[in-house]
């Protein structure tokens, strides 16, 4: 009775969240552990019994068994810590240091992830709480940023053009804002352009496809002006010593 008014009481909650209704699977069994022993306690109290003695000897018992299993209880509090503060919740993308993963199951002890790869990841949720963790999911957009590199032989007049022809390209992708381009800096074998703009979608997927379109447009009217993209130098090393030999 009491873990299903918990279940019923946490459910109403979170009807908006399809996700947290599966989160909340181990409040129940948290519940039943709480409650239940205190409903004993009442119903041995009014049966006449001891009831300081049973307590006395629950409790020593009850310190012991907190210091043996410290971890197991360390990992329960930061469920809850998940549960209330929400950093992710099932079905969210998050990336931990070098894991990454979709969120398929939140525990008492651990959370599941499945990898990129398709195995499933366990991770204790102290861990969890310890860790700086990205969360993909709620992005709403990205900022993008990327070099353009032109040789040295390109001409002054064609250098002012390249920010006005990456501007033109940009502004006429949807769900793209433009930010800006700029020639840069000079670094030791080409001129630096630097573009910058924001892609209204969090999706990875629709990042991906703007960028590919954006990268092809550019080849496009690079070619159609005549700019070249510059190459790093390769400077090849004479042994001079094998060639008087030689």
Known sequence: MMSLLVRLLLYRHSLRTRARVGQMRGL???ADVILWPFAIVIFL???GYNVTAILTGLGIGGIAIALAAQNVLIDVFNYFVIFLDKPFE???FIVLDDKMGTVEYVGLKTTRVRALGGEQMILSNSDLSRSRIHNFKRMEQRR???WIRVPFSTSPNV???IPVIVRNIITKVADVSFDRAHLLSIGEYS????IVYIVLSGDYNVYADVQQRINVMIVDEFTKHHVKFAVPIQHHVCNCHELKAS
Do not use: R
């Not at 001129?191 to 630097?194: A, D, I, K």
């Open 159 to 161: 250098l002012t053009k």
């Open 90 to 92: 099932v079905g969210d």
């Open 144 to 146: 993008v940023s990327f």
């Open 45 to 47: 109290n009014n049966q």
């Open 28 to 30: 129940p069994i948290i």
């Open 191 to 194: 001129y630096q352009f630097e």
